[in-house]
């Protein structure tokens, strides 16, 4: 593991803690604290440190972007993973069986694909309620078609390496082979795609966010909070730009530790270019 | 000739199904459409005539062919809340965002490429790892958020640093409402006004093609016709301007239908941030009132930029790479 993706690791993991206890150790999880807008670095008038300054309503940003990282993190990291997982069942359908399921999911997969990610997005995310389980959701729906293909390439391969013959032979049925077989030799760039999905996944919430089709008010996401300062980006544009910086260390370090895994696992560099809000 | 048509067509049978899947997606939303037509107070009798005045009470069978023939006759219904043509929505939304696109597609290609190759010749110095943190570190960040910063340096920036006349960019709108008509002044008011929009879709951009650029460079150089030229005494300088250029060409031509609906979709929120009146904003309007027939036009137009791009680079490759000419 390089450097870069130590420090990328820890960076995530120390995120993930102070949004676990900060937030609980200040007064009403970043409620009111102070009068009212306060800059960053700046006293409010009882006397408090505010490190970015407030909102509007007296906020502590650094608090309020510690309690938006929980569900940032969580539809992030959930979306990934639920769009990896529907990914993977049906590339690897699609890989083993081949004819008319390999022929229907892939014309399925060029079809959302030939619709930028974000227009599919806005589309889905705008029929049904908003809310934290709708994005994920939605966000598994448009997502999955990278992995399926690439997994239904490496079953497609694997398929025919002469373990598979092997395990037949000994009667290994065929959903058995798939499953612990096939499919464990086939998942690594899954994997990558995976942990590079979180990033992407979490830029995608908060865009979805910052558009009112993502996480309501007053809970609070990245995405919510900068559409939050964007009336006072003229008088007080901290309030829009901290969370902006939270986000973009979190997706960098997922970006870093997503290189570092694809190294390792393939021994060559091939670069992913995503759909990006 | 024959891989051509069948390309072609490939793509045609794939725009329909978008069109089909769009259908399904909007018929498939919760909620009566029809309600959504008329005022709350309305009877039951007035949101019947609202159904069969959008002809939402035929059955959906004949709904569909109505929306695909609508789709290829070119005029995509009418608008539930401005009761006007689609099209015509259309027509004024899609050559903003036309124009905002393509000089930021041809901007990111230009810096995006060019950054590529400086970093490849530079390869594993300490500046390219430098340029490399950047272009992750610019890659990871939203395009909205680059958007609202810029503002904030134009505006809150400005008046904090005294910026001198020049450089105060407009940070809002596409033109001056005070310019009307076309004259060399109202072009220059629309180059100024587009500075910002543009430099943010083409920072976003170029960093991900920079960053994708770079690693397929680096992976050709292990090429063996590399060690060829060298080998003949060609210098660096050359293999990299002549044989790695050339030898590039069909990935950058396939990373330009990639890079193209990231620069769409990114459109959409940097029309939002600086209030132009382009195709992401109609859209986003469309959603805020289900103005259903509007959603599914601007969809539909944003696939079809989509796969008419993808078809052009699939057609241009042949030329490029003699390999790929079956």
């Known amino acids: 593991m390089t450097r870069a993706a130590r420090l990328s690791l820890w960076c995530l993991v120390a995120l993930a803690v102070a949004a676990a206890v900060v937030p609980a150790m200040s007064p009403q999880d970043g409620q009111v604290l102070a009068d009212g807008l306060v800059e960053p670095l700046g006293r409010d008038g009882s006397g408090h440190w505010h490190l970015f300054g407030t909102d509007r309503f007296g906020r502590d940003l650094v608090v309020r972007i510690l309690v938006a990282a929980r569900l940032s993190l969580a539809i992030g990291i959930g979306g990934s993973l639920l769009a990896s997982a529907v990914g993977v069942a049906v590339g690897a359908w699609a890989g083993w069986s081949r004819g008319v399921v390999d022929r229907v999911a892939m014309a399925l997969a060029d079809m959302l694909l030939a619709i930028p990610r974000l227009i599919l997005l806005l589309l889905v995310a705008a029929l049904w309620q908003p809310g934290a389980g709708t994005v994920v959701l939605v966000l598994a729906v448009t997502g999955w078609m990278g992995v399926a293909r690439m997994i239904r390439a490496e079953v497609l391969g694997v398929r025919e390496l002469p373990f598979v013959q092997g395990a037949t032979a000994l009667g290994s049925r065929p959903a058995r082979l798939l499953w612990r077989h096939v499919v464990p030799n086939a998942i690594g760039p899954a994997i990558v795609a995976t942990t590079l999905g979180v990033g992407n996944a979490i830029v995608l919430e908060s865009g979805l966010a910052f558009l009112g089709l993502g996480v309501q008010p007053p809970d609070p996401s990245w995405g919510n909070m900068i559409a939050g300062g964007r009336e006072l980006i003229v008088t007080a544009p901290w309030i829009a730009i901290a969370p902006g910086l939270a986000l973009i260390l979190t997706v960098l370090a997922t970006t870093v530790i997503g290189d570092a895994l694809r190294d390792h696992l393939s021994g060559h560099r091939v670069v992913v270019l995503a759909d990006r809000a | ?326």
């Not at chain 2, 910063?149 to 001056?176: E, I, K, Q």
């Not at chain 2, 587009?194 to 960093?207: N, Y």
């Open chain 2, 1 to 326: 000739m024959h891989a051509l048509v069948r390309r072609a067509l490939d793509a045609f049978l794939l725009f329909w199904l978008v069109v089909t899947l769009t259908f399904i997606l909007v018929r498939a939303a919760p909620g009566d459409t029809a309600d959504l037509l008329v005022p709350p107070s309305a009877s039951a009798g007035d949101v019947a005539r609202a159904r069969a005045e959008f002809g939402l009470d035929a059955p959906l069978a004949t709904q569909y062919a109505r929306w695909v023939g609508l789709v290829f006759s070119g005029d995509l219904g009418e608008s539930f809340a401005l009761r006007e043509p689609v099209s015509r929505i259309l027509g004024r939304t899609l050559p903003v965002s036309l124009w905002l696109g393509t000089c930021s597609l041809a901007l990111t290609f230009l810096l995006g490429i060019g950054v590529a190759f400086w970093q490849v010749r530079h390869a594993g110095s300490r500046l390219d790892t430098a340029v490399t943190s950047a272009t992750i570190a610019v890659y990871a960040a939203p395009s909205y958020w680059v958007a609202l910063t810029l503002v904030a340096v134009f505006t809150y920036g400005a008046a904090r640093l005294g910026f001198p006349h020049w450089a105060r960019l407009p940070a809002f709108g596409m033109t001056d409402p005070a310019r009307i008509g076309f004259s060399l002044s109202s072009v220059a008011d629309l180059l100024r006004h587009s500075v910002l929009p543009v430099a943010v879709l083409t920072s976003v951009g170029a960093a991900g093609i920079a960053r994708y650029g770079r690693s397929r460079l680096l992976d050709l150089l292990h090429e063996d016709w590399v060690r060829t030229a060298r080998a003949k005494g060609l210098s660096t300088r050359q293999v990299h301007r002549i044989h790695l250029l050339w030898n590039a060409l069909p990935t950058l031509v396939v990373l330009l239908g990639l890079a193209l609906p990231g620069v769409v979709a990114g459109s959409v929120f940097v029309e939002t941030v600086f209030a132009w009146p382009g195709m992401g904003r109609a859209m986003l309007s469309a959603i805020a009132s289900r103005d259903y027939p509007v959603v599914m036009g601007v969809t539909i137009a944003y696939a079809f930029v989509v796969i008419v791009a993808n078809l052009i680079a699939d057609l241009l490759l042949p030329a490029l790479d003699p390999r790929r000419r079956g």
